[in-house]
Nanobody, 124 residues
Framework: QVQVVESGGGLVPAGGSLRLSCAAS????????MGWFRQAPGKDREFVSA????????YYADSVKGRFTISRHNAKNTAYLQMNSLKPEDTAVYFC?????????????????WGQGTQVTVSS
């Protein structure tokens, strides 16, 4: 049993910042890769960012490069997504996911455990 819980979402003006946190518990391993995905109303779930088990390999969607930063603290079983310069088009439910594979990937089907999501709304 692995539990993944996101937090940190909310309502923020355009240009503002939020930091999302993802806490994993249960039968966790520090060798999980961690990923962030998002889904806006009427759109498919899309990749946002991912980090491999040791933090040495990261990926970002083109839409968030230069604005978002993914990090992790394995001792705390926690991953973070720092979101700066937020835009209205960033509005979505953000999901954290963990992969036993251990390598960062951009494909949602490679992840094994998912959180319930946290709403991020960026007003204009």
């Amino acid at each position: 049993q692995v539990q993944v819980v996101e937090s940190g979402g909310g309502l923020v003006p355009a240009g503002g910042s939020l930091r999302l946190s993802c806490a994993a518990s249960g039968r966790t391993t520090s060798r999980f890769a961690m990923g962030w995905f998002r889904q806006a109303p009427g759109k498919d779930r899309e990749f946002v960012s991912a980090i491999n088990w040791d933090g040495g390999d990261t990926y970002y969607a083109d839409s968030v490069k230069g604005r978002f930063t993914i990090s992790r603290h394995n001792a705390k079983n926690t991953a973070y997504l720092q979101m700066n310069s937020l835009k209205p088009e960033d509005t979505a439910v953000y999901f954290c996911a963990a992969s036993e594979y251990g390598r960062a990937t951009m494909q949602d089907y490679t992840y094994d455990y998912w959180g319930q999501g946290t709403q991020v709304t960026v007003s204009s």
